[in-house]
C-alpha cells in the first residue's frame, strides 16, 4: 500500500482512492465475489470487477440463494430466469464459472452456517482464492437476510480456509488449505462504512453491461425496453434509448441508473465511483501489519552474530 493514495482519515480508516493501472499488476490472481442476488454485484462493484479482471485477475462468482422470490412467472420461473442472467453478467465482466449454492431466497438464516462456510472453504480452498468480495456483514441498516448471513459465512471462511485442521478431510482429499488475503466489502445501504474509492469512468460502459444483464429483477436489467414501449403508447420517442431493447435498457441505465455513483465520485473529483471497504492483506490498519514491523525492526536493530 502506498501513502499517497491515502487523501482522508476517517474513523473506520483511511481513504484510498483507487484508479486504473494497466500494467496488469494483478496477473494470476484470483478474486472469488460471494453473491446472494443476481444483482448484487453488478450495482455495488459491476466498475471495480471490471478493472480486476483487466489488471490481471482472474474472477469467479460464488451465488448463495436461488433467487426464487424476483421475476416474473412462477418461482420455478424465477430461479431459471436469474440463473440465465447470472450467467450472462460472468460473460458480461470475463468471468470465469459461476458456483450455485441454490440456498432459498430471503430464507438464508434457516440455513446450517457451519455447511455455508463449509462450502465457501471447499470453493476458495479448489480456486485458491486471493481476493474475495461480498457482503459486509457488520454494515448498518441491512435488512436482507440473504445479506448479512452470506457476509457472516464469507468473513469466518476467509481465515478459517487457510487452517489444515479445518474440514481436515479436503486437505487429506488433495486440496491444500489456502487462505483469503484480501476483502472488498460491499456498500449496500447509505451509511456503511468504505475505505476505498474505485474511479470506474474507464470502466463505466462493462458496469452498464453488467447491470443490464440482471433482466429479471432490480432497479436495472430490462427497464429501458420496458419505457420505451410505453413512450410508444403515447406516440413519443426518446432518441437516447436508441432502437432496438438491448441499447435502450442500457441507455435507460446510463440516463438515470448511475446516480449514487455520480453522487460517489463528487467529493473525490471523479465523474462515477464505487465505495467498498477494503481489508488489505494483514488488516485495515498499517499498525496492524506486525511482519512488517518486525522486518523493519530487525532491519534497524539486528547485530551479526
Ligand atoms: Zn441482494
Redo the contacts with the bound molecule.
Keep these: 500500500m502506498h501513502d499517497g493514495w491515502f487523501v482522508e482519515d476517517t474513523t473506520h480508516g483511511p481513504v484510498q482512492v483507487d484508479t486504473f493501472d494497466p500494467s496488469r499488476p494483478h496477473e494470476g490472481k484470483v478474486l472469488g465475489i460471494v453473491?446472494?442476488?443476481?444483482?448484487?454485484m453488478p450495482l455495488c462493484s459491476g466498475g471495480l470487477v471490471a478493472k480486476l479482471v483487466a489488471e490481471g485477475y482472474r474472477a469467479f462468482i460464488i451465488q448463495t440463494?436461488n433467487d426464487e422470490k424476483c421475476g416474473a412467472g412462477t418461482i420455478a420461473d424465477a430461479i431459471k430466469s436469474n440463473e440465465v442472467d447470472v450467467e450472462a453478467l460472468a460473460r458480461s465482466l470475463d468471468i470465469e464459472d459461476v458456483f450455485n449454492l441454490g440456498y432459498r431466497n430471503h430464507r438464508q438464516d434457516e440455513n446450517s452456517i457451519i455447511e455455508q462456510r463449509c462450502r465457501l472453504i471447499f470453493l476458495f480452498r479448489h480456486l485458491r482464492v486471493d481476493t474475495v468480495m461480498s457482503?459486509h456483514p457488520w454494515a448498518r441498516w441491512e435488512e436482507?437476510p440473504?445479506?448479512y448471513i452470506t457476509g457472516y459465512a464469507v468473513e469466518s471462511a476467509c481465515w478459517i480456509a487457510g487452517a489444515a485442521k479445518s474440514f481436515p478431510e479436503q486437505v487429506q482429499a488433495g486440496i491444500p488449505a489456502h487462505g483469503v488475503k484480501d476483502k472488498y466489502y460491499w456498500v449496500?445501504r447509505p451509511g456503511s462504512p468504505y475505505n476505498h474509492v474505485t474511479d470506474i469512468s474507464p470502466f463505466l460502459d462493462k458496469k452498464i453491461e453488467s447491470m443490464a444483464t440482471n433482466k429479471s429483477q432490480g432497479p436495472a436489467g430490462a427497464h429501458g425496453r420496458m419505457l420505451k414501449a410505453r413512450l410508444a403508447g403515447e406516440g413519443l420517442r426518446l432518441p437516447e434509448l436508441g432502437e432496438d431493447d438491448e441499447t435502450a435498457d442500457r441507455q435507460y441505465i446510463r440516463l438515470f441508473g448511475l446516480e449514487e455513483n455520480k453522487r460517489m465520485g463528487a467529493p473525490y473529483g471523479l465523474e462515477y465511483a464505487e465505495y467498498h471497504y477494503y481489508f488489505p492483506p494483514g488488516g485495515t490498519f498499517p499498525s496492524m501489519r506486525v511482519a512488517e514491523r518486525i522486518d523493519d525492526y530487525v532491519k534497524a536493530h539486528g547485530v551479526k552474530v
Excluded: I
Design positions: 453473491q446472494a442476488h443476481a444483482d448484487d440463494t457482503f436482507n440473504d445479506h449496500m
